[in-house]
T-cell receptor, first 113, second 109 residues
Framework: GAVVSQHPSRVICKSGTSVKIECRSL??????MFWYRQFPKQSLMLMAT?????????EQGVEKDKFLINHASLTLSTLTVTSAHPEDSSFYIC?????????FGPGTRLLVL | DAKTTQPPSMDCAEGRAANLPCNHS???????VYWYRQIHSQGPQYIIH???NNETNEMASLIITEDRKSSTLILPHATLRDTAVYYC??????????FGKGTRLHILP
């Protein structure tokens, strides 16, 4: 149980385009989901917390207009990287709060050319 | 959330028990100790968590000292597939998980 999926697993896009990443909790409902980013050889950095039906809460230094988060249902949250630039290339990981703890998705590797 | 301190890296022979220490000397009474691991290029995997009692599941055992200022994650029979970065986190239940640098565990054949 407690499976979280992400789609796509990897994406390559041109600079200036927008990319949407989906995060789904497959066998449980999650009122709260989280988005993290991880650069090579670094730890995971929390970007934002999303609650179903309300606006996301962003961590300090994360641009809310660039990283749009929508948590429209109890099993789906989406992260849209708008006007992506090469410096946005990273490993994006979502997490869903389940029974007793957070469960993480497999990650999405974004490469912006 | 309380800060945790872990050694940056450790080695363990395959088949032996891997004991990963974590210091959380400023932990609050309502903070749990969580352990996750991240195998290369994958999302973190939940291992175990506890408040003050020792815990065991199919993956590992968690030993928390009586004063709760430190803990040890034990992988009883390490295999090559246990090679990963292991994160110890202290946080209240239902709070967000903030990752530190973790311990890079190398299992040696």
């Amino acid at each position: 149980g407690a499976v979280v999926s992400q789609h796509p697993s990897r994406v390559i896009c041109k600079s200036g385009t927008s990319v949407k990443i989906e995060c789904r909790s497959l066998d449980f409902q999650a009122t709260t989901m989280f988005w993290y980013r991880q650069f090579p050889k670094q730890s995971l950095m929390l970007m934002a917390t999303s609650n179903e039906g309300s606006k996301a809460t962003y961590e300090q230094g994360v641009e809310k207009d660039k990283f749009l988060i929508n948590h429209a249902s109890l099993t789906l949250s989406t992260l849209t990287v708008t006007s992506a630039h090469p410096e946005d290339s990273s490993f994006y990981i979502c997490s869903a709060r389940g029974f007793q703890t957070q469960y993480f998705g497999p990650g999405t590797r974004l490469l912006v050319l | 959330d309380a800060k945790t301190t872990q050694p940056p890296s450790m080695d363990c022979a395959e088949g032996r028990a891997a004991n990963l220490p974590c210091n959380h000397s400023t932990i609050s009474g309502n903070e749990y100790v969580y352990w996750y691991r991240q195998i290369h290029s994958q999302g973190p995997q939940y291992i175990i968590h506890g408040l003050k009692n020792n815990e065991t599941n199919e993956m590992a055992s968690l030993i928390i000292t009586e004063d709760r200022k430190s803990s040890t994650l034990i992988l009883p029979h390490a295999t090559l597939r246990d090679t990963a970065v292991y994160y110890c986190i202290a946080a209240p239940r239902d709070d967000k998980i903030i990752f530190g640098k973790g311990t890079r565990l190398h299992i040696l054949p």
